[in-house]
């Protein structure tokens, strides 16, 4: 299986079950099993998925010496993550909360804390086993993305919510990825040409666009093609909060480990779809044997 360096967020993170958007007000409301807290984040997201997928992870990323903090390192040992390159120089960790109703719609209040105005060290040596860098859109990893194309390494970026190409934000990331993710809640106008403007600004050779129950779209920048596939139905949806992150990381997974592109995509997005049955970010990631059986079964 292949190496991947990930660098990102690492949050705690709460899940609250809501009646539906826009929330009434009332001062108590009874969820039972409806509030959950987990450690979580982007890059514990994608650092587990790809475990569980029996991948090696070098996980990158900054916490404080705190209760979440600790908790935090606690889930990524039990999970078989190692968390050597985990600085502890933050004065909180960051947290987040998510609301989600029953048809799946969720809003996020992410608390960043002060990650946005630390800085980590990369040594040039935590890439050198890398077969890919897995680089969050956070400002920590920016040095990052100099020293892995230094070093001739694949670069892929998830920058979540975007409605310009020329973001001045993620300008970096897309000029550095040589495999772009997004999703499609920012853009308003057609899908293909959004894609196609990001390929005409940017090196990258391949742009995939989530887009939840309608599928995911990629683009294919060498051959100027494009791929669609549609989401798999297996059953009830929990709550789509870390479905990007499973799309990201299990398509990262089967195109690393040697699948072609749209075959990688189709598998991608049945892990994402067997995740989103279970209400955590962090949770719910099925093995490779399990997608496959499923994929068996639903291919048959």
Do not use: W
């Not at 060290?121 to 680089?135: E, H, Y």
């Amino acid at each position: 299986m292949a190496a991947f360096l990930i660098s990102g967020l690492l949050n705690m993170e709460t899940v609250c079950r809501v009646r539906g958007f826009p929330i009434n007000y009332y001062p108590v409301d009874y969820p039972f099993f409806g509030v959950a807290t987990a450690a979580s984040g982007v890059a514990l997201n994608i650092a587990k998925a790809l475990t569980v997928l029996e991948n090696r992870v070098i996980l990158c990323s900054l916490l404080a010496d705190d209760v979440p903090g600790r908790v935090i390192i606690d889930e990524l040992k039990s999970s078989g993550i190692d968390t050597e390159n985990i600085s502890m120089g933050l004065r909180e960790t960051p947290n987040s909360v998510v609301l989600y109703d029953e048809s799946s719609r969720r809003q996020i209040y992410c608390d960043l804390k002060d990650i946005q105005e630390c800085r980590y060290d990369f040594a040039s040596g935590v890439l050198r086993s890398a077969d890919a860098v897995l680089a969050g859109n956070i400002n920590f990893s920016r040095p990052l993305l100099k020293l892995a194309k230094e070093q001739h390494k694949l670069v892929a970026t998830d920058v979540h919510v975007l409605s310009n190409p020329d973001d001045d934000y993620n300008r970096e990331f897309l000029e550095s990825a040589d495999i772009v993710f997004l999703s499609d809640e920012g853009i308003s106008g057609d899908y293909q040409q959004f894609l196609s403007a990001i390929g005409a600004r940017f090196s990258c050779r391949l742009i995939v666009l989530g887009m939840g129950s309608k599928g995911a779209m990629m683009y294919l920048k060498d051959e100027n093609r494009f791929v669609y596939r549609p989401a798999y139905s297996i059953g009830s949806i929990v709550s789509t909060v870390g479905a990007g992150d499973a799309l990201f990381s299990s398509f990262m997974h089967y195109y690393v480990n040697g699948m072609k592109p749209e075959d990688a995509l189709d598998r991608a997005q049945l892990f994402a779809a067997m995740k989103i049955r279970s209400a955590s970010a962090s949770k719910g990631f099925p093995t490779g044997n399990e997608l496959e059986e499923m994929f068996s079964r639903l291919h048959s």
